[in-house]
Each structure stands twice: as C-alpha cells, then as structure tokens.
C-alpha cells in the first residue's frame, strides 16, 4: 500500500512518498541545488516538498519559474491541487499591469521568466521578497535568458535557488555557467537505473525507422550540394581553415572571426550557411518546408541573398526542381510513413518536429488522411498560439479530443500528459536536452514507445550519431560537475567560477 506525503502544507493523501523525491529536496531544503532527474520521475513533486519546507519557514514568499505559459500553468494546477494553501497565483504576460502588482502579493506565485524580468526591472516586484526561487528547465540559464537576469537579481538576496532538470548541457562549458549563474553549491542527481529509481521506471523501447528520399528530393538535394561545395570552395581560397566538409556548427563558429578578420569571406560564409540550413530543411522536412524557407530568406537583405538566388545556378536549378515536386503533390517520404506507423498504433501520440512550417504540412496530411490531430506551437508570429490557446489545445488532447498532437519546442519541455504511449520523432535533433525532453513524454504510467524517423544520407543520419554521443556526455556530467564543487567545497581545487571564467 503506498505512503504519501505527511506535511502542513502538503494535502493528506495526494502525493505518493518516494525515497529519492525526499532525499533530493532534502538536499534542496539546506543549499542552491541543482536537481537532475529523469522526465516523468516527479521534479515538482520534489519542489513541493521544498516549497512546503519554505512556507512553514515563514520567511518570504516563493517564485517558481517555467519557461512556457503550458508549463507555469501545470506547475500552478499542481500546486493548487497538492498545496494546503489558498494565495496561489499564476502570473504571465497576458496579465495587465495592476493584476500583476496584486498577484506579486500571493505567497506563492508561478510565472515565467519573461514578465519576471521585466517587472524586476519596473519595481512592480522585488527580488528581495522570496526565500525561495525554482528554476524548472534550468538548462536554459545560458548568455542572456531571462533567468540568468533574475539569478542576478537574486544575488544580493538570502533566497534559496533550487534549479530543475531532466539533463544538464552534454558541454561543460554550458554546464558550468548554468551551475555558475544560479551560484549552485551541489547537484543532486539520479537516473533510470539509480536503485531508488528503478521500481518507478517504465520501460520505453525505441525504434529507429529508415525511409528512402524520393527521387524528386534527391535531385533538389544533389543542386543544393553541389551549390555548397562551391562556396565551401570559395571560403577556402579566402583562407578559412575548414574540413573539406564544413558542418553547419563549424560555419556558424566562424562567423565573428570573418566580421572582425576577414571580411572578404563574409559573402561566401554568410551564403554556405543559408545553404546549409535550405538543405537541412529540405532533408528533414521536404517540399513545402525547403520552399518556404527560400521564400523568406529571399525577401531579408544580406550578404550574397540576391546573387544566391539569380546567378548560382545550382541553386536556381534546386529550387526549379523542388517547384515541380511539389506541383506533383510530393513532399517528403516520412509522411506517409509516419500516417503508417500512426494507424497501426493506439492510444495517445505525439508527433515532435522542428518547424512550423512542417507542424502546418504534417497535420494537413494527417487530417486529409482521417486521423484526429491537432497541433501545438509558440506564441510568436501571426500563426501563434496564444497561451491560452496552448493550454485549451493541451488539455483537448489531454481529454482524448484528439489522438495525435504534433508539437514544436513549447511540447518538449514539462508537458505532463500521462497517457501517452507513442512519442515519434520526426525529424532528429541534435542536442541531448532535447532527445531526453521528447523522449520523457512517453513511458510515464506504463511502457511507452519512442519511433524516431530517419531519412537515409541526410543531415537526419548526421544527427543520429552527434545525439548519442552527446547523451553519453550529458549522462556524466552531473557527477563531474559534483566532484568539481565537492573539491572546492574542501578548498582543494578553484572554484567553479575561476573554471567557468
């Protein structure tokens, strides 16, 4: 039979007690931690026992902090569900200023870390307030996100910062300004085979599906290529030292290095890069993605954008191509697979991929094709998703409205539907912040499925094996970084500032 939470502040018989969730917001409770678990193994359930520490403290109020509108909305739902407490306040930019001053007031309040900022910097809140902050996703405290502003603020306060995460950067550089900014004194940590953990683990198997480019596709591919290696060419007699097959990271690296050094590279970088990103796109995404991509590059002013688009012949004749598959209806080979893979499934799905402009495509495809989908995006832009809007599609799909629901960034971050049975990626991503996030959406209450879809000799391939790399990297490091602030806790080496800096 299970144990649950026994507190002041925390309602009887709502929130299983878990070994580990306790040890880990015990460590909390005593210094800046940061938290690294597993999705779908309970964060807030451990930064409600922090917060319920906090409250009977009785010291001053608590800030919990999550990057999206969705996610600040389920932390304020969990916490008006779990908390033995009424002045509970959601807090985000929708609301008008004189609605802020008074929600600032609550004893707890949840809000993301825009409005934060931006009412630190009106006076409208004072960083001094609150005895504790929570910063959920803190991977993102990197150069100038919102919260490594609000960490600063908090500096000269007595507050306890607690940051959450599923994994922390596979970069120690990343790592180390994160635990640096949010001035972390530990890093608590456990993972899916953590001996605590594992009877709460659920086993998510994962299949890596291969589907063939179109032959219009690999006839667009082949110009883009071919318009690549020029410039690649190019950029060499302008004396860049780069691989004979410069990634798009390597080109990216080296752009402030051409602006301040060697400004007659600037045209050929800046146009190897665009390239990379049309053919990246093209890969992972097809037609319709790659088309409009070129549409909006074409209509910004920059080095080499009009010479791109009317003298380079390769790419002239890429994008004449690309226009004919299109005008035949093709888009790329991953749909009908993945319309495939859909219908032989039951249960909730969700679909992740990078781009709006793929979201659009693929659920228009899905619905011509019968199957219930909808669609979560950003806020950004006029085809956005307000915030209210992202929270009424969540909790449709949620009720069983929809079966599927294809999502872009704002999906991977803290989306709790426990339902769920099958997370496809697809397109891959390069990053194991990312991976683990999609991956985390599945295998929560009983064994899930992870399908990632992989276009054979695309950037889909390259992404693959710079993933698994980098998850193998991300694993470690919240013991490296443990033993960095351990030794300098026994003044035996320098400090993890003197290492970032």
């Known amino acids: 039979m299970a144990e649950y939470l026994e507190h002041k502040f925390i309602r009887a018989n709502t929130v299983e007690a878990r070994e580990y969730q306790i040890a880990l917001a015990n460590q909390a409770k005593s210094e800046n931690c940061m938290i690294v678990l597993p999705t779908g193994l309970g964060k807030t359930a451990v930064a409600l026992q922090v917060i319920a520490e906090y409250l009977q403290r009785g010291k001053g109020g608590v800030l919990f902090l999550a990057p999206t509108r969705v996610l600040a909305n389920q932390h304020y739902e969990f916490l008006k569900n779990n908390l033995n407490l009424d002045d509970i306040a959601l807090l985000t930019g929708e609301d008008v200023l004189a609605k802020r001053k008074k929600l600032w007031a609550n004893s707890v309040v949840c809000a993301t870390p825009e409005i934060t900022k931006n009412d630190l910097e009106r006076g409208i809140v004072s960083a001094d307030q609150f005895s504790l902050v929570i910063f959920d996703e803190a991977h993102r405290t990197i150069g100038d996100y919102s919260y490594s502003y609000i960490a600063q603020k908090l500096a000269a306060t007595n507050a306890r910062i607690v940051g959450m995460t599923a994994t922390l950067p596979s970069e120690k550089e990343k790592a180390t300004e994160i635990i640096t900014t949010l001035r972390i004194a530990s890093v608590a940590q456990r993972n899916d085979d953590s001996p605590d953990v594992r009877p709460y683990v659920q086993q998510t198997n994962t299949e890596w599906v291969k589907v063939e480019l179109p032959e219009e596709l690999r006839q667009v591919q082949y110009y883009l290529r071919k318009a690549l290696a020029v410039q690649h060419d190019l950029l060499q007699r302008c004396g860049l030292k780069l691989s004979n097959a410069p990634s798009l990271s390597q080109l990216l690296r080296a752009r402030d290095f051409v602006i301040r050094q060697n400004r007659r590279a600037a045209k050929p970088l800046f146009t190897a890069i665009r390239l990379h990103y049309a053919l990246n796109i093209l890969e992972s995404h097809g037609i319709t ?41 093709i888009e790329h080979s991953k749909i009908p697979k993945l319309a495939e893979i859909i219908k032989s499934l039951s249960g909730k799905i969700i679909v992740f991929t990078s781009y709006r402009d793929s979201v659009e495509i693929i659920h228009e495809k899905l619905i011509q094709m019968g199957i219930s989908a909808t669609f979560l995006i950003g806020k950004a832009g006029e085809t956005g998703l307000k915030q209210k809007e992202q929270i009424e599609t969540v909790h449709k799909f949620r009720d069983g409205k929809y079966n599927v629901l294809i999502a872009t960034r704002v999906g991977e971050e803290g989306l709790d539907i426990s339902e769920v049975n099958t997370v496809i990626f697809f397109d891959n991503v390069p990053s194991s912040i990312r991976f683990i996030q999609r991956k985390g959406r599945t295998g929560r209450k009983s064994a899930g499925r992870l399908v990632v879809l992989i276009a054979k000799d695309t950037i889909d391939e390259v992404y693959y094996w710079v993933g698994q790399r980098k998850i193998k990297s991300a694993q470690s490091m919240g013991e490296r970084l443990s033993r960095d602030l351990q030794k300098q806790n026994n003044g035996t080496s320098s400090s993890v500032l003197d290492a970032y800096f």
Not at 291 to 309: D, H, N, S, V, Y
Request: glycine fraction near 8%; proline fraction near 0%; include cysteine.
């Open 289 to 329: 993605s790659f088309l409009r991509f070129c549409e909006r590059t074409r209509e910004k002013k920059g080095a080499g954008i009009r010479e791109l688009f009317e003298s380079d012949s390769n790419f002239v004749r890429a994008l004449a191509y690309a226009k004919d598959a299109q005008k035949k209806g």
